[in-house]
């Protein structure tokens, strides 16, 4: 089984969502630099507070910092593999990343990058919920939510994130096309790249990857 992977594509393109799906179906422990920096902020740590500028505006917070929160991570939690959700989103990222496994000797099996529409993601942030405790991602329309809509898992306020917002999102997409977008090229040439129709439903896509995480 493939067990240490990469998600890549826009914001909204289902990177959450697939990666949430990767670890309650194969087990594999994922993280989300995006999501951690939310809690911190939540927490009010120095962390937190120092990078919620540029969070907030859809910035892209310094390679080092990202750099450094995945390797402290993969120190306490990478033994059974990964599924990285937003990262990497650089070069630079990209490249710290090879060179932490090639030092563990455990190269990445696969980069999956959800393709999607310019109409699927300005779609799916309109109407993207998330809850604020667990973490799980949902829209406001495949619910029958009250006025304070909560997690169906774990009961926690489903809230809109604050970066979610349309002006915020064409910042968000700037970044990635400059930055994100050219990984394409690196994980393709190392053959890890698999390229996935994101703008199918969840079940679709995650069959695909499971396909994909399953093949020897
Ligand atoms: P996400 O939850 O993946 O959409 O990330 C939310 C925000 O966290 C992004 O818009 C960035 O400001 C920051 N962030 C998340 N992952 C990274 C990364 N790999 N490199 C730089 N900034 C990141």
């Known amino acids: 089984m493939k067990k240490r992977l990469v998600l890549l594509g826009a914001p909204g393109s289902g990177k959450g969502t697939q990666a949430e799906m990767i670890t309650r179906h194969f087990g594999i422990p994922v993280t989300s630099p995006g999501a951690i920096l939310r ?25 080092a910092t990202i750099v450094k929160l995945i390797e402290d991570w993969l120190r306490l939690h990478g033994a059974h593999g990964f599924v990285f959700d937003g990262f990497p989103r650089t070069a630079p990222q990209a490249e710290s990343l090879n060179e932490i496994l090639a030092r563990h000797r455990t190269p990445l099996d696969l980069a999956i990058w959800l393709d999607v529409s310019e109409q699927t993601v300005a779609d799916r942030i309109a109407g993207r919920l998330q809850c604020r405790s667990c973490g799980f991602v949902t829209s406001v329309t495949s619910g029958n939510f009250s006025e304070r809509p909560v997690c169906p898992y774990c009961e926690g306020p489903l809230v809109r994130r604050n970066d979610d917002d349309a002006s915020v999102l064409q910042t968000r997409l700037k970044e990635y096309h400059a930055k994100t977008e050219p ?22 896509v995650f069959k695909d990857i499971s396909r994909l995480i399953e093949s020897k």
């Open 39 to 63: 809690r911190e902020k939540d927490l009010g740590t120095p962390l937190g507070l120092e990078t919620a500028e540029i969070t907030q505006h859809g910035g892209l917070v310094p390679d």
């Open 183 to 204: 990984l394409a090229k690196f994980y393709d040439k190392s053959g890890a790249l698999h390229r996935i129709d994101g703008n199918r439903d969840r079940e679709t």
